[in-house]
Nanobody, 124 residues
Framework: QVQLVESGGGLVQHGGSLRLSCAAS????????KGWFRQAPGKEREFVAA????????LYADSVKGRFTISSDNAKNTVYLQMNSLKPEDTAVYYC?????????????????WGQGTQVTVSS
């Protein structure tokens, strides 16, 4: 099993940047595919970005493509989400997740482990 803890959320102005971190404890993080998801008030949780176990396959939601970057430092057991050019519509609780299967990276229900979430608020 793996335990996930997110950090790095906060309040930022429109156009600003934040970097989220997700630290893992337990099994070696390199054996998991990792993803970032978000949930805005009154909306369903949605896919943001994901990275395969090897890091070769990286996927982004269309809404964040070109603005967000997912990366993984397996030596530090940490996955990051660099968020640039933030918009008010990016406001949400952001969750990291991990799974052993290396397929279906955009499928929320396929993830086995979840962090507690970190709030990101973008002011207009």
């Amino acid at each position: 099993q793996v335990q996930l803890v997110e950090s790095g959320g906060g309040l930022v102005q429109h156009g600003g940047s934040l970097r989220l971190s997700c630290a893992a404890s337990g099994r070696t993080f390199s054996t998991y595919a990792k993803g970032w998801f978000r949930q805005a008030p009154g909306k369903e949780r949605e896919f943001v970005a994901a990275i395969s176990r090897s890091g070769v396959s990286i996927l982004y939601a269309d809404s964040v493509k070109g603005r967000f970057t997912i990366s993984s430092d397996n030596a530090k057991n940490t996955v990051y989400l660099q968020m640039n050019s933030l918009k008010p519509e990016d406001t949400a609780v952001y969750y990291c997740a991990a799974k052993e299967a290396n397929w279906g990276l955009v499928i929320i229900s396929s993830y086995d482990y979840w962090g507690q979430g970190t709030q990101v608020t973008v002011s207009s």
